[in-house]
């Protein structure tokens, strides 16, 4: 069964960066495509990235974009998001999750298994 687990959370200040992993078992990475997802206290479920399986192309909500940058190291079966810039509405719980079609989405009921989520929080 298909696992995903997300590290590299913690407090930052603004300005600053986190680089958070997903680290995938029990499938090769490479059948999946990833997104990032997050969700702050009281607001509803934010798709932020996601990378394809098909091509490694990448999509990034308007809210992230130019600041958080993501990856995939099929080698490591790890997808990675690189946090830049951070500002205290970045704050959250940060999920990934994973679908076998190769089109990129950031909405969520179209990702089928997820991981626990890893909390950031930015706050000076």
């Known amino acids: 069964q298909l696992q995903l687990v997300e590290s590299g959370g913690g407090s930052v200040q603004p300005g600053g960066s986190l680089r958070l992993s997903c680290a995938v078992s029990g499938a090769a990475l490479y059948y999946y495509t990833i997104g990032w997802f997050r969700q702050a206290p009281g607001k509803e479920r934010e798709g932020i990235s996601c990378?394809?399986?098909?091509?490694?192309?990448?999509y990034y909500a308007d809210s992230v974009k130019g600041r958080f940058a993501i990856s995939r190291d099929n080698a490591w079966n790890t997808v990675y998001l690189q946090m830049n810039s951070l500002k205290p509405e970045d704050t959250g719980l940060y999920y990934c999750a994973a679908r076998a079609l190769p089109m990129c989405t950031l909405t969520s009921p179209l990702f089928n298994n997820w991981g626990q989520g890893t909390q950031v929080t930015v706050s000076s």
């Open positions: 990378i394809s399986r098909s091509d490694g192309s990448t």
